[in-house]
C-alpha cells in the first residue's frame, strides 16, 4: 500500500485535489468525498493489482474476489457490493440505547444491513472486510472514532463465507 499512496506530506493535498475534481464531476461521485477518494483512487487499484499477482490469481479473478461499496462505479476492480445478504437486528452504532434499539424493533423496518467499504471473497484465498476511514489534517475526534469502529467485523464478517 505504501508505494500506492503519495508520502505523507502529499496526500492530504492530492485526497483534496480529488475530491474537489470529483464534485465537479457527474461521473466520479464515488470520489466526492475524502474516504471515497482514499479508497477508490488508491486502494481499491492497489489491493486488486496485490490479490491479481497471487498464486493462482489473474485480473479477472481478482476483480471476481473484490467487493466495494463502489462497484458499479468501479468495475475494473469489483464485481459486486460487500453488503451483508442478510438482515442483522442491532446496527453499526455504539452506545445506542435500549430504547433506540427497541424503537426500531418495532418500526416498519426493525433489521438493517450491513456493509463494509471492501471484502475479498472466493476465489481470492484471503476473506478479509475493509473498512476504511481518513481522518483530514488537524481533525481531533479521529481516536474515538477509530476506536469506536473497531466493533465492525461483528456485523460484517458473515457476508464472506
Known amino acids: 500500500m505504501n508505494e500506492a499512496l503519495p508520502g505523507p506530506g502529499e496526500v492530504a493535498t492530492r485526497i483534496s485535489e480529488i475530491v474537489r475534481t470529483s464534485k465537479a464531476s457527474r461521473t466520479d461521485l464515488h470520489k466526492s468525498f475524502s474516504e471515497g477518494a482514499l479508497l477508490n483512487h488508491y486502494l481499491l487499484p492497489a489491493i486488486h493489482h496485490f490479490v491479481s499477482q497471487l498464486d493462482g490469481m489473474d485480473p479477472d479473478r481478482a476483480r471476481e474476489s473484490l467487493l ?62 475493509f473498512e476504511g476511514k481518513y481522518f483530514s489534517p488537524g481533525r481531533t475526534d479521529s481516536g474515538r472514532d477509530c476506536v469506536g469502529d473497531q466493533h465492525l467485523p461483528s456485523f460484517l464478517l458473515p457476508r464472506l463465507g
Not at 463502489?70 to 453488503?83: L, N, V
Not at 438482515?87 to 424493533?105: L, N, T
Open 68 to 129: 466495494s461499496e463502489s462497484y458499479r462505479a468501479m468495475p475494473a476492480y469489483a464485481s459486486g457490493t460487500p453488503a451483508r445478504v442478510s438482515r442483522h437486528p442491532f446496527e453499526k452504532v455504539i452506545g445506542a440505547s435500549a430504547q433506540s434499539v427497541v424503537r426500531r424493533w418495532k418500526s416498519v423496518n426493525p433489521t438493517v444491513k450491513s456493509c463494509p467499504d471492501l471484502a475479498l471473497r472466493t476465489p481470492c484465498p484471503y476473506r478479509t472486510v
